[in-house]
């Protein structure tokens, strides 16, 4: 066994050492106690339940017939309450349930397009154990509290109805605000702006005589809770979870999986502050001012234990200065729906950066993948297709590559009996053997590395594959045909009782085809004489199979495709020569 075939066999070894320890990092098995947890907090089927639920008012109606519950157009009208209450505002995109409880903060958020981690026709983004409301106001007081006004109920102003409906099924820019008068004359007014084809709002704040109210001539407007589990897998969404900020061009960000039970993980910087996110694997929330900067930021995630999980949770405050004026307004928007590229990066304020497109030489590519896919599936409706195509694209773009490839492999193999007969001459001379063999590939005008061109082109495809695949919410949910009906994920036909070391114990069709395929692949192009040689044309392909299992299915299908037309493209488009004959002098 020569050198490089033991190097071969330890870096694989390597990777299957190693790979155990990857998965259950990036994609640990779901347990029983999991989904009972994820169960847990999103329990409703029903949006109208939840709502409900959060609704003070015992007599108010479900969402599910909003129509009947909207009231007429009237002149405006103050509605002063004495305890809590919620609205729902209805788009074509969400239901949000917001309480005069702290000044219009948001109990419960369902996004209609996207389903939930259990069958649930809408995603839920606030976590059952924030609904008593989220994105908080407070200030620091003369005697260095904390001044939070989150249990204070305030008055509701409807622009245009004259009573308060349960829900506002919106076809028009909407507003609503909040109004409560402190002990100490002063007015904190939120005017909460819904728009119908927008998953931001706007939101003005407008402080009045809070001169004696403020001490430090600041005020915080704070998302005072991560995001909640949207996926079915809830350790690998929590994997994506993180609180952001952009300071200036830096972007900042904390993981609370990093916390421990004692001492959370904080970033606190005071300096201009273009925005604080949070965010798990598919959506995010943001808020970022518009009339003026603002001067500072805190992030704090903390893991709290339920079962074998550890759930994560995320405070943003952006910090605005506040001038002592009688009246200061303060105008935001606020960002609650899907990380789509393209949606966060219309707003040019930077949210995309907070997406993950891989490594900085492979983000173009991620990039460039996932521009290909969206502006195709414009025209064809199935994700499915559009890779496949996709592949179709790429394979005739590397022909010229491949062949040439191809070309030199055989070559190579036309001229292994002159490198043994120079193995065996030259056995106790290697500096003389490797001059004279690569005097040998120069007089046939081979390169011993031409072989593997294509792969090294395919590689950082495959990663962008792997992380559009994986990440990027388009794909999310994407069907292509009979089982495979969700491209980001394995496409799993049963699961086996007990779990395969490297393996698992989902068994997946795609992975199989694309290991069969290699083989056949391999034993077209390689042709070995050797035993190292076919041991080696079967192992690899285990080893692949192995380790691609449990990537998302539409890596394996395009991965699969690529092998099926190189088979095509040997047999029938490239014409191999049998034998090179030697340069002349």
Not at 324 to 350: H, K
Not at 502 to 531: D, E, W
Request: aromatic share 12%; charged share 20%.
């Amino acid at each position: 066994m020569d050198r490089n075939t033991v190097v071969a066999f330890v870096l694989i070894l390597l990777v299957m050492i190693l790979m155990p320890m990857y998965w259950e990092m990036i994609n640990p098995p779901e347990t029983e106690q999991d989904r009972t947890s994820v169960v847990d907090t999103s329990d409703q089927t029903d949006p109208a339940d939840t709502l409900r639920r959060t609704t003070v008012s015992e007599n108010r109606t479900a969402p599910e017939t909003p129509e009947r519950t909207q009231a007429k157009p009237e002149p405006e009208l103050t509605q002063a309450m004495e305890q809590s209450d919620t609205i729902v505002v209805e788009t074509e995109d969400y239901w949000m349930a917001v309480t005069n409880r702290g000044g219009g903060t948001f109990t419960s958020i369902k996004l209609k397009n996207y389903p939930g981690p259990h069958g649930e026709p809408y995603a839920e983004l606030i976590p059952e154990r924030q609904r008593n409301g989220v994105l908080q106001f407070s200030t620091i007081g003369f005697e260095g509290d904390t001044v939070s006004y989150a249990d204070n109920v305030f008055n509701i102003t409807v622009d245009g109805y004259k009573e308060l409906p349960d829900t506002l099924k919106i076809t028009s820019p909407l507003s609503v605000s909040f109004s409560y008068n402190t002990s100490e004359g002063g007015t904190l007014t939120r005017t909460l702006t819904f728009f119908p084809d927008q998953y931001h709002i706007g939101m003005t704040v407008s402080l009045e005589h809070f001169r004696d109210i403020i001490a430090n001539r600041r005020y915080t407007m704070t998302w005072n809770s991560g995001i909640a589990i949207t996926e079915n897998n809830a350790r690998d969404d929590l994997q994506y979870s993180k609180a952001y900020s952009l300071l200036g061009d830096e972007l900042v960000d904390i993981d609370a999986a990093k916390a421990d039970a004692r001492e959370p993980e904080t970033e606190s910087f005071e300096g201009t502050t273009r925005w604080v996110a949070v965010r798990n694997k598919y959506f995010a929330s943001i808020i970022t001012p518009i009339s003026r900067d603002a001067i500072g930021m805190h992030l704090t995630g903390t893991k709290q234990k339920r079962g074998d999980l550890d759930l994560e949770n995320y405070d943003a405050g952006i910090i605005m200065p506040y001038s002592e004026t009688a009246t200061q307004r303060d105008s935001f928007f606020v960002y609650m729906g899907p990380l789509d590229y393209n949606v966060l990066n219309g707003y040019d304020r930077d949210f995309q950066r907070m997406m993950n497109f891989g490594w900085t030489i492979i983000r173009p590519i991620s990039k460039g993948v996932l521009w290909a896919f969206t502006t195709m599936h414009k025209y064809i409706a199935n994700y499915g297709l559009v890779l496949i195509l996709f592949g179709v694209f790429v394979k005739i773009l590397v022909f010229p590559l491949t062949k040439k490839s191809y070309v030199s492999m055989k070559e190579m193999q036309n001229l292994q009996p002159k490198v043994k007969e120079l193995r065996e001459k030259y056995k106790d001379d290697s500096q003389k053997m490797n001059q004279e063999m690569m005097k040998i590939y120069k007089e046939h005008g081979v390169n011993p590395m031409g072989g593997c061109l294509p792969m090294l082109f395919q590689m950082p495809l495959l990663y962008a594959l792997f992380i559009v695949f994986r990440t990027t919410i388009e794909l999310r949910g994407a069907e292509f045909i009979w089982w495979i009906t969700d491209l980001s994920q394995p496409d799993t036909i049963f699961t086996l009782p007990f779990s395969l070391p490297l393996y698992g114990a989902n068994v997946n069709v795609l992975p199989i085809v694309m290991g069969v395929t290699m083989i056949f692949q391999q034993r077209m192009t390689s042709g070995a004489s050797t035993q190292q040689q076919k041991m080696m044309m079967w192992f690899m392909p285990v080893v692949f199979l192995l380790i691609f299992n449990n990537f998302p299915s539409g890596l394996n299908l395009y991965y699969a495709l690529f092998n099926v037309m190189t088979i095509i493209q040997q047999k029938w488009f490239i014409d191999v020569p049998s034998a090179a004959p030697a340069k002349t002098e």
